[in-house]
């Protein structure tokens, strides 16, 4: 029989959604599952953007420019202007979402056998994507106990190799929710100049920081025009993350001219996903500030919760809406894998007294209960040693994306205190 590559059989499975079989067998079991473990929005799209794909008024769907539609990069860098940014439409590259910016962007600067520095925990695909194209990752480390915080120069300069080609960040974080000061932003510009690195900055998620002091983009760091690279997209922003389309943002046109190679490869970007993200740009104001104000809210709430959990902790977030949390566990895949095949919930306070919350096959009581009728509750979280490149890091944490409202939040708190107590006592 003939044999897949070495390449793909050394790609790590997503920790997102490695274990979606667990939790479809569980909802076909009659399990509510409350979904923390992937970023995925429940705010509505703009209606603006919706309204623009309704209306098309189109004889045929045809190829766009590689680049993307004029019209949409020119918006793209008026946007861009609102956060101290000044990039022109010519330094746009529209790709098909952030995951084609970035695996595009590792094809453009670097050969196999080169190495990417990394911060860790760090988004999983970074390492999907650079073992794609064949790169060495060089991790440096964060930890929890300082709620994920840029690790120091020196650790960075341990990390640097003759083969070194740039430092990979993503600010805010995904899937710590940390945010890069610019004292910490500006330690970075140094080592990246003094080792002439390019410096590839993930910054989907700058619509949402929690704090007073202002955004600092890669692309504002003084004398670093040649070197930074700017991974972007409209997925989380607008809640459009079905529409695919992120961007490709650099000064530097060898790259750029780089990267166009890649793009006129895979011919074009999505046509309807530019349409509906050129409507979502201009006039939007106050549903990105009601969007905001939906996600502080939910921080708040959830990371409060989380920490009242005993043995549970959580820094709290400034940016995003993710969290990676410390569980009183030996290991947090098994949990998260358990939660699904042996775990559900009813708030039933006599049954509850009884069997600690463990409900198999019993229906929710009370005739008050309206909607779909389930058996029981159960939470799905993303395993957070997956968001390592270091093995045997993380393995008592989990990440969560606090993205459902918050009576969603406050049953998957209660469930999941629930079921450390149940899964603490098993022996």
Not at 113 to 124: L, R, S
Not at 145 to 165: C, M, N, Q, V
Not at 367 to 376: H, L, T
Request: proline share 6%; hydrophobic share 35%.
């Amino acid at each position: 029989m003939p044999q897949v590559s070495q390449r793909g059989l050394s790609l790590p499975a997503s920790p997102i959604r490695k274990l979606v079989p667990f939790a479809d067998d569980a909802k076909a079991r009659g399990v509510k599952v409350y979904h923390l473990n992937i970023g995925q929005p429940d705010l509505p799209t703009p209606e603006k953007a919706l309204d623009a794909v309704r209306s098309i008024d189109r004889t045929t769907l045809e190829y766009s420019p590689s680049q993307g539609y004029k019209g949409l990069r020119e918006k793209f860098s008026s946007y861009y202007t609102r956060f101290g940014i000044n990039v022109s439409p010519d330094e746009i590259i529209v790709t098909t979402g952030g995951s084609e910016a970035l695996l595009a962007t590792f094809l453009t600067c670097f050969d196999p056998g080169d190495e990417v520095i990394i911060t860790e925990p760090g988004y999983a695909n970074y390492i999907s994507f650079a073992k794609a194209a064949g790169l060495t990752i060089r991790a440096v480390t964060s930890s929890i106990e300082d709620g994920f915080a840029l690790p120091s120069a020196e650790d960075f300069e341990k990390a640097i190799t003759p083969k070194t080609k740039a430092i990979l960040i993503c600010n805010p974080n995904n899937p710590t929710g940390y945010l890069y000061s610019a004292e910490e932003l500006f330690r970075l510009r140094d080592i990246v100049r003094d080792h002439n690195l390019f410096l590839i900055a993930d910054e989907v998620y700058r619509e949402f920081v929690y704090t007073d002091e202002p955004y600092v983009s890669a692309l504002t760091l003084f004398g670093l025009d040649e070197n930074v690279i700017v991974v972007d997209s409209v997925s989380k922003r607008y809640s459009e993350c079905g529409i695919r389309i992120g961007m490709v943002v650099t000064r530097n046109r060898e790259v750029s001219a780089t990267i166009m190679k890649f793009c006129q490869a895979r011919l074009s970007p999505p046509l309807l996903g530019q349409i509906a993200a050129e409507a979502s740009i201009e006039g939007t104001e106050l549903y990105s500030k009601e969007c905001f104000d939906e996600y502080k809210a939910r921080r708040d709430f959830f990371i409060d919760g989380l920490n009242r959990i005993p043995g549970v902790h959580s820094p709290m977030p400034q940016g995003a809406f993710y969290t990676v949390a410390s569980l009183p566990v030996e290991n947090a895949e098994d949990f998260c894998k358990w939660l699904l095949t042996d775990f559900c919930w009813t708030e039933n306070k006599e049954e509850e007294k009884e069997d600690n919350g463990i409900h198999f096959g019993d229906p929710i009581p009370g005739p008050e209960k309206s909607g779909p009728q389930y058996i029981g509750e159960t939470v799905m979280m993303a395993p957070a040693a997956g968001f390592y490149a270091t093995k045997g890091l993380g393995l008592n944490q989990v990440r969560m994306a606090y993205v459902l409202k918050k009576e969603d939040l406050a049953r998957a708190l209660k469930i999941l205190e629930k079921a450390l107590e149940a899964y603490n006592s098993r022996r």
